[in-house]
Structure formats: C-alpha cells, structure tokens
C-alpha cells in the first residue's frame, strides 16, 4: 500500500531494535493515556510518576524492593513463556505457584530434620513438583481429549487457591495468630543476601533459570521441535514430532517453574505459607511474559520494572493516591502495547520512484503452477471415475 | 424447614442472577469466536460505575444506562485489540483483568465501604407471589432477576431459532465460510463482544445496586471467573447456564449455611465444586474421545485474517 511517496509493506521478521523501540512507545502512551485518568482523580501525573521512578528505581533501599518484589514475577513469567511459546494457553501459574508453595511448605514446616542445604534441596524439588502436577492435570486432558487448556488450568487455580486457603486457615494455621499464616520455616532454611547488597540470593535462581530456558530455546533440538510446533502442529507432526509428548513436557516444565515462585517467596522472603500467597502474581507473570515476547532473558528485566511499579504504590500513597494505581497502570501498559504490536508487522519506507515496486506479481501466468493446477483437476477427475 | 429451603434458594438464584448476566454475554461472545477472559475486571468496572451514578445522583436508571454504556466502551476496545488488530486474545483478556481491577478500585477509593441511599429493591409480582413457595422462591426479587426471567428464554429463541442467531453460531464455528457469502464477520464480532462486555458490567451492577448497596475493592470476588466457567460447564447453552448458575449459587449458599449443620466439612470445599465440575464437565462435552460433534465453538479464541485464509 502506498500513501503519498511513503511505501506500507508487510514483513514476516521483525528486527529486535523495531520490537523494543515500539514497546517502548506504547509504554509512554499508555502512561500518557493513564495520566488523563490521574488527572480525572484530582492528582497531578508528573509529580506521581516522578515520584514513583524516584522511589522505585533511584534508591538502593527502594531499586531492593523492586526486585524483591519482582522476584516470584520472574519465575512466573519465565513459566508462561515457556507454555506460551508452544501456543499452550497455560494461565495456571497462580495456581501451580499455589501448589508448589504447599508441597513445599509442608515439608520445610513439617518435615524430618536434616542438614539445611538437604532441606533446601529436597523442598526445592517438591515446590517443582506441586506446580509440576497441577500443570500435568491439564496437559495430560490436552494432549488425549484435546480438552481447552485455558479453561482447565484456570479453574485449577482457584482448586488449589481454595485448598490453600483451607490449610492456612485449618489444620496449618499458627496458634495465636488472627490472619491466616503458617509458623515460620525453620532459620536455617531461610535464603540469604548476596553479600551486604540486600538483595535476596533467591534471585540466582530465577537468573540461573532464565538462562537456561534460553540456550535451551535456542541450541537444542527439542527447543527447535517447539518454535516448529508453535508455527505448525501438522507439520511438526508430519515431521514426526511427538507432539502430544511435547505438550506434557512442556507443560509440566512451565508448571515446575511456577512452582518455585512457591519456592523463592517462601524461603527468600516471607519466610511461611499465608493464604493468597500468589497473590495475583501469576496473573501478571503473563502481562510479564507477552511484554518481554516470551523471551526468558527479557523477562527478568520486565519483572524488575513491574517489581518497581507494585513497590512505588507506598510512596504515592502518602500524596493521597490510592494504591490501585499501580495495577491500573499495569493494565493500561498491557493494552497499549498489545494495541502497538500490529505496527510491527509494517514497514514503512519513503518511496522516491513513480512505480511500485512490483512485489506483488500475477502468479497465474506462471507455466508451472498452471501445470500444477492441471495435474490436479486431473488427479480429481481420475478419482471420481474410479469410484 | 420450608421457610429455611425457600430462603436457601430465593438466595442461590439472588446469587445465580449475579453471574448469569456475565455468563449469557459470555456465551454470546464465544458463540461469536471471541473469548473474553477479562469479566472480572469488565464485572468491576461495571459494579463501580453504577455505584459511583446512584451514590453521585440517587438514579437506579441512569446507573444502569452508565453500567451498560461503560460495559460496551470496554468491549469496543477488546474488539478493537482481537478483531481488528488480531491480538492474542488470552492475553488481551489477562490485560483487561488487570487493568479492569486496578482503576475501578482507583476511581472507587473514595466511596469505599459507603452505603448508597438507593439501590434494586425486592417487590412481589401480584398474583403469581401468591403461588406457595415457588412465589416466595422466584416473584418476590428484584428488578435485575425479573430482567433475567425474560433474558434467557429470548436468548434462547435468538441462538437456535432465528436467522441471526445461526449466523452467530456460524461465527464460532466457521467464519470464513460467513465472509465468503458476504456477511461482515468483524462488524458482527464487533457488536457480540460489545453485548457482552455489556452483559458483564451489568453483572458487576447486580453486585454494587442489588446483592449489596456497597462499593469495596475487588468485591466481585472471583464470580467473574464462575461465570466464565458455566459458559463451558453448560456447553454454550445460556438455558442449561441458568440450570448451572442455580447449582452453583446453591453450592455456595448451602456451603456457607452446612457449616452450622456439617463443621466437619470446610467451607472451601463446597467452594471448590463450581471448578471442579467445570473440568468434569468440560472434559465430558468437549473430549475428543467423544464422537458427537461438541459444543464448543470450532473458531473460538482463534481471529480471523483474511489474509491467511
């Protein structure tokens, strides 16, 4: 499509420079967009959202506190890239993180006393587990009975959200205690800080993560046999892909990462199991994860940045606006780049000459597919005599 | 004990009233192809603009003419995001959530906890109140249920008896078929998505206007999801979604009252079932194993592109 001298075209590759360059200026519009309802509400946009960066990101006690919070955001959305990225619509990450954090918080609450590092380890690997079955429900009634797995692993979530409310209000509650909290885990279970810094060894873990994902998305054969089934179930299956074995895989795999948000909340920072641990952080791993284009390193950075934006609600909250803000502004950043995400698909290039460029030729004057057609017509017409 | 069974279930359909307006838009909007994970958010949306009109102006009317109007701007903006620009509709669904929830409860921190002078009182039907029991159950409620009396058989009559409504079961199943015969399959998806962003919000409204004369953060509680899930539970069917919103809004009726009879049994338990048997049913409607044709809508959450036709 032309419009004056300047040239529309579709492209099939977009280049990472164009991706980042347009997030970001569906970013700032939908700040821009947000602050016309700040403005609505009385309050002036500038001064919060200076507020908000300088609180968040400008401090060393405050960038702590971005990343603490961001830290069960990461594996979250490191576990919906993974599924994403197979076009499985997992949103149960809310509720996986639920199950890992019971699994694993029963054996560090209840279980047998060993050495802390055997400890850790062993409730590093139940936390996996719980989100690794939970996911495993869905993936196994997807991979056989083609059952939707959005809606199963939704109404997943609120099972295993309804079970942990049971425990933490029931039999684990601690005595004396009005809220719904567990006793703490033992001391020696509890992750420390990188050095003096104050930011919570946990986040090596999500690191360490992340990396992995992303060398195996991009050097090994099965992450390969993925990117293949995303663009084509049938000719992945054509190519002799075991789909339905992939789909348990890489369903049970993004379950245990959400199930170590489980692992990394407990142990590196609220030390116990408390109804509503997730939270809603399983919600936004997937506002994380579609804004970092499922890209594992990217969603640690994301995570940060909305770490930042759930940290900031304290300081603003102080000037009189209410801390909802920050999910309001989570909200509008997701729409506004989901609206900015067509745009990358176009390129638009000035065009100096008087012709088009004649991209677009007329394929019917082409021997070859005309022949093509032919031998086909001919293929039907000779299965119709036979019968 | 027929005072107690008629007070348990004028409240389960007090309750199943409150999601089936979400549900019935929902069915419409998946019967268009469009699937709308966000209700809760649209559900809060709707519960504080129609509570912010009556607190504001004491105007039931006008609060439901802003509630459906704020419902169908939302839905304009979801059709804009999956039907014209073909976004992923999952994620499109998680972002109206999220954003649904973080202004309504910015918008509404300042009537927080305030009860509003007015809100949809309960008034008997004349005759039929006189029935024993069922009008006791059923005609003394209040104007949204009555509403919802009529809804459902129309939406009935309109998905399997017009022409119209096949065109819409169409849209699920096969738009592509619909455009080649002319049919404009984006203004279409267009208008069922915006019916049921509307549909939703007037859910929230049963929350803030009828169920309660309140506003308070998040106070949809997780019905947004409930009536996501009867749009699969009743296979798409907005009569068997009136079936399933009774049992459900039994369910949880009976759950909070069996704690004073059964205190051996949890309350989230009985809070559990509503999803539980979701799976089960969907997995019995829509297994593959099945070798009937399901219900489910063969193009739904998938956009359609001409291009790639």
Known sequence: MRIGTVQIEKRQIVPPGIRILNSVLFVLLALVFSSLLIIAAGFNPIAVYAKMISYSFMSLRGLNGSIKAGLPLMLCGLSVSVAFRMNLNNIGAEGQYAAGALLGGWFALFGPDMPAAAKLIVMFLLCAAGGALLAAIAAVLKAYWNVNETIVTLMLNYIALLFMDYLCYGPWMAPKQTSAITEQI?????????????INSAIIIAVVMALCLYLFSRYTTAGYEIDVIRNSVKSAEYAGINVKRKIIAVMIISGAIAGLAGFVQITGIVHRVQAQLPGGNGYTGIVVAYLSRFNPIAVIIVSILFGGLKNSCAAVQIMGVPSQIATMLQGSIMIFVIAGEFLNYFKLTLNRE????????????????????????????MKGASR | MTAFITSILSAAIVYAVSILYAAVGEIFSQRAGIMNLGIEGIMLMGAVSGFLTVYYTNSLGLALIVVILVGALLGLAFAFLTVTLNADQTVCGMAFLIFGSGLSGFIGKNVTGIASAVKFEKFEIPLLSKIPVIGDIFFRQDLLVYMMYIIIPLSMLYIYRTRPGMILRALGENPAALDAV??????????????????????GACISLSYTNFWNEGMTGGKGWIAFSLVAFSGWNPAKAALGALLFGGISIIGINMQIYLPGIPSQFYGMLP????????????????????????????SYDRESR
């Open chain 2, 182 to 203: 002319g049919i404009n399959v984006f203004g279409l998806r267009y208008a069922y998505v915006m019916f049921g962003c509307a549909m939703a919000a007037v859910s």
């Open chain 1, 354 to 381: 008087k012709h088009g460029p004649g991209r677009l030729q007329d394929r019917s004057d082409m021997p070859g597919l005309k022949e093509g057609c032919k031998g086909k017509e001919n293929y039907t017409e």
């Open chain 2, 275 to 302: 999803y539980a048997a979701t799976i089960a049913a969907l997995i019995l409607t829509t297994g593959s194993f099945r070798k009937k044709h399901t219900e489910e809508p063969a193009a739904l959450c998938r």
């Open chain 1, 186 to 198: 033992p001391k020696d279970m509890f992750l420390p800080n990188i050095g003096n810094t104050g």
